[in-house]
């Protein structure tokens, strides 16, 4: 699929169906430009055809050598999956807090100060027990317990304390904690593993001194014979493929599970940096443009290109290592289950996707729409039509009728919305709408909404 633009809007002969897709273009078109007023390029439409043309040679190549593809695209893993990566594609009785904002880092990507709250927590505690234990009583029980931060490790009694606390509440639940590796002792990670914490998660900082990168991989093999599932999560910068290839082989060689290999993002401040290496902006950042409230910001072009190649290279090697691409998208997943309550509505021919996790219905217009109800005939699919405005919805499960051939000669729209807090209360609203393409129906993505949903074992590896 692709998001409408402006020129469909231009060349659709149908005046409703112009008006339509001419709301979704003009929202996309703004927000390219809210983008090119931050100071960072954002990249033209041919780098961004070409880049995408790489990424699909790349993943189709991934998947041909047993890497599994999540979340419509947004996540791809090579070996194993941290059952925490798994939950927070839907965030259903989980929590991640922090101790405090304060960390010993000053990272050029850091997105931190976006984070609600900043200016009160950077320097000051927070009260976590009330905050976790309040969210336990009020989902009856909590599943996974992140910390983060900031660095939680400048604060290691405190640290201990929450993990202690997290399991007393959850004995059966998953309690992880993500750190740069503060400036503490290996000794430590067993007391962090005698404390009950099930996963840590290692920021590596490629462009820090030797000596404190060092640091922080004796802190991981310490923690590899402590803790049970020991990882590296650390966003991927173009240009810093051979170092990449370094770390990695020497994580293998330490036991570490896996790296989360996290999309490079522009967290809409310190565009200098940015400029200074050389990056520029995906051009369309969201599948479904839409105001998110991931702190992340807009994705960095060229970093998931990485991201595969590295992955390539551990699958042709059969590594031992577990890679898991995550993207600023993946990271979008959880708000968007939230806020359409799982699906709980029965509204058709609207349908709750669990593979976007947006309601869905099928759109066209014209001459379009009449051919879609001959195509439909008298099959039992939902459908509202409209011979005023010569107009049909309908639900994607409907275009299991559909030839691939037909998205060629006919514009179908696929529609995608959202329950949200408007001005008069709740309400139910379409924020975009793309153009429904032959790959699309000859998949069979949105009529049979295959997704993988579980998690997988060590495939391929």
């Known amino acids: 699929m692709r998001l409408a633009t402006r020129a469909d809007a231009a060349r659709v002969a149908d005046p409703t169906c ?57 996540s791809l893993v090579w070996g194993g999956l941290s059952p925490a990566c798994e939950r927070c594609r839907t965030g259903v009785r989980s929590v991640s ?3 405090s904002l304060a960390c010993d880092r000053s990272c050029w990507f850091c997105f931190n100060p976006n984070q609600h709250d900043y200016d009160r927590y950077h320097c000051a505690p927070k009260d976590w027990r009330a905050e976790v234990d309040g969210l336990a009583q009020a989902l009856g029980g909590l599943d996974f317990t992140a910390l983060t931060g900031g660095e939680p ?42 404390a009950g914490l099930d996963e840590i998660r290692f920021s590596v900082k490629l462009d820090e001194p030797a000596a404190r990168q060092q640091a922080v991989l004796e802190l991981i093999s310490a923690a590899v014979g402590s803790i049970p599932c020991v990882m590296v999560e650390m966003p ?88 898991h691409w995550c993207s600023l998208e993946n990271k979008n997943t959880a708000q968007i289950y939230e806020q359409n309550g799982g699906g709980a509505l029965d509204i058709p021919p609207y349908r709750f996707s669990p593979r976007s996790f947006f309601y869905e219905v099928v759109r066209a217009f014209g001459a379009d729409a009449a051919f879609c109800l001959e195509r439909l005939g008298d099959a039992t699919v939902p459908l509202e039509a409209d011979e005023a405005q010569a107009m049909v919805a309908f639900d994607p499960a409907g275009l299991a009728l559909f030839d691939p051939r037909d998205a060629e000669t006919h514009d179908l729209w696929l529609a995608s919305a959202v329950i949200e807090d408007g001005e008069g209360g709740r309400r139910f609203r379409e924020v975009s709408a793309s ?10 993505r949105l009529a049979g909404e295959q997704d993988s949903m579980g998690v997988a074992g060590q495939g391929g590896a």
């Open 18 to 74: 112009r008006a339509y897709l001419a709301r979704f273009a003009d929202a996309s078109a703004d927000l390219l430009a809210t983008m090119e007023r931050f100071g960072v390029p954002v990249e033209d439409e041919a780098d961004a055809r070409a880049r995408r043309e790489r990424v699909r040679v790349l993943r189709a190549e991934l998947q041909g050598l047993g890497a599994r593809e999540r979340a419509d695209g947004k």
């Open 435 to 444: 153009r429904i393409e032959a790959d699309d129906l000859a998949r069979g």
């Open 236 to 323: 991927v910068v173009p240009g810093t493929e051979d170092a990449m290839f370094q770390l990695l082989d020497e994580l293998e060689e330490r036991g570490a599970f896996g790296v989360n290999l996290l999309e490079l993002c522009f967290p809409l401040h310190n565009a200098e940096a940015f400029r200074e290496r050389g990056l520029t902006l995906v051009r369309e950042p969201y599948q479904v443009p839409y105001s998110y409230g991931y702190a992340g910001a807009l994705p960095v072009a060229g970093s998931e290109e990485l991201a595969l190649r590295l992955m390539r290279r551990a699958a042709e090697r059969a590594s031992r290592l577990s890679l």
């Open 153 to 194: 490790l400048l604060f290691p009694d405190e640290t201990l304390a929450f993990v202690r606390h997290a399991r007393a509440l959850a004995p059966d639940g998953h309690v992880r904690l993500y750190t740069s590796g503060a400036q503490v002792s290996p000794a430590f990670m067993a007391e962090l593993g005698k």
């Open 97 to 99: 807090t922090f101790l």
